[in-house]
């Protein structure tokens, strides 16, 4: 029988990514044994009724130790704090990961709390739903999705080599990138749809009563999808939004621009401009679907 990746995983935050993690730790025998870190008793709770971890601690001293992996999975505001309770319980050698969606906060907040000998290897699967809490993590949430990496140089090679090998056992797609470019690629990519997708819902739950519940009545498939993204996790996107302030600023100012020229095209009765335009979104559309990131 092959050893597993890991002795013991230790989980911080135990929501729809870890708890998903968790459950294909477990499915693809990746660790001996699985515990979780979370401030919530009601989570730890949950998450061993669900037996998704073999432990559930609220108190870091207690969970931290004896872990060779450690995996951050709270909202991006909350790791410093995070950071300042495990870093004492930290052994050397212990390989430290988190799955959060903006990387250079969380390398300034965390790296600092973690004593000599503890490897950080920043990650960010592009996986998700609505939906958040233990009970809502499935273990296939990371089948077919890409894993972004975003090591630093002087970060220990074996350590990045084994959380690479994690995520593509539980069906990711690794890719390697600097922090900086992650958080201006997911800043148009991720951020800036959820922003949007807030503001519309707003905008509509903002209309006059009856309107209102015209909206919701008559809700198209557009509307729909929007109300979907609009739903996730309210506290997980305020952290993003202020720990990725200035790439987020940057890509609304870009569509502001863009949705003026738009707005002008209309007023104007430009029909080959808003034609030529719909064709180029068109096609992008047409290579997610190519790549297989259309689900």
């Known amino acids: 029988m092959t ?16 708890s998903s993690l968790a459950r294909a730790v477990r499915k ?33 001293a207690a969970a931290v130790p004896g872990a060779d992996l450690v995996v951050v999975g709270t909202p991006v505001g909350a790791v410093e704090a995070v ?25 300034r907040d965390l790296e600092p709390s973690l004593p000599e000998g503890v490897h950080f290897v920043p990650g960010h699967p592009i996986a998700g739903t609505e939906h958040s809490g233990p009970a809502a993590g499935f273990a296939e949430l990371f089948e077919g999705r890409w894993c972004i ?28 990138m600097e ?39 008559f809700s198209a498939s557009g509307f729909r999808d929007f109300t979907r993204i609009a739903a996730s996790d309210p506290i997980m996107w305020r952290d993003i939004f202020l720990n990725n302030k200035e790439a987020v600023l940057e890509v609304i100012q870009r569509f502001t621009e ?3 020229a738009l707005q002008r095209s209309i007023r104007w009765g430009e029909g080959e401009v808003l034609e030529q335009r719909f064709a180029e979104t068109r096609a992008i559309r047409r290579a997610i679907i190519d790549a297989k990131q259309d689900r």
Request: net charge negative; proline share 5%.
């Open 3 to 18: 050893a597993p990746l890991f002795n013991t995983i230790c989980f911080v935050g135990i929501g729809l990514i870890n």
């Open 28 to 60: 693809h025998g990746l660790a001996a044994r699985v515990v979780t870190l979370d401030a919530d008793p009601a989570a730890c709770q949950v998450a061993l009724e669900l037996g998704v971890v073999d432990a559930a601690f609220t108190d870091a």
């Open 83 to 107: 950071g300042r309770a495990i870093g004492p319980h930290l052994a050397p050698g212990t390989i430290i990961t988190d799955v959060g969606s903006v990387k250079i906060a969380v390398l």
């Open 149 to 176: 990496l975003t090591p630093q140089a002087h970060t220990d090679a074996k350590a990045i080599a084994k959380v690479r090998a994690l995520w593509e056992a539980v069906g990711s797609t690794v890719e390697e």
């Open 179 to 217: 922090p900086h470019h992650h958080d201006r690629v997911l800043a148009i990519t991720s951020h800036l749809p959820h922003l949007i997708a807030y503001t519309i819902v707003g905008t509509a739950n903002d209309l006059e009563g009856h309107l209102q519940q015209e909206v919701i009545k």
């Open 258 to 260: 863009d949705l003026t």
